[in-house]
């Protein structure tokens, strides 16, 4: 059974599901961290989980400015996972086929996001966003 509301229209966001792309894979290539690693690698998969969370928690406020300002945050996330894999990379913790995937599906999210920002703030600027859940 499909279940769709207005508050979970995120989902049909491509920005949201690649950003959930991007928290499975980095799971997967994660996961298998050494112990000592454990915890540096739970907080790269958290900020890779934080982008998609974040879209879906500020679609869900309704308020464009507390959307926008949710998007900024995962725009920050995005930076914080980026900033991860990359170290990963330079110590030799991912291979470059990792790294490679991690960047090209990140970079897609990146720049979706700040499509999506730059989409909302002109909504912004010209009046054209709808703070309630009224259809007309």
Known sequence: MERKNINRGFKKLRVW??????????????????????????QAIDSAHSVSRNIAEGYCRRSIKEYLNLLNIALGSCGEFYSCYESFKQAGQINSEQYEKLDQLHYKVENGLISLIKSLQKK????????????E
Not at 23 to 35: L, N
Request: glycine letters at 2%; proline letters at 3%; a negative charge.
């Open 17 to 42: 599901q690649d950003s959930v792309s991007l928290y499975v894979m980095a799971s997967d290539i994660f996961v298998i961290f050494p112990y000592v690693l454990r915890k540096t690698a739970s």
């Open 124 to 135: 912004l600027r010209n009046g054209e966003w709808e703070e309630t859940f009224e259809l």
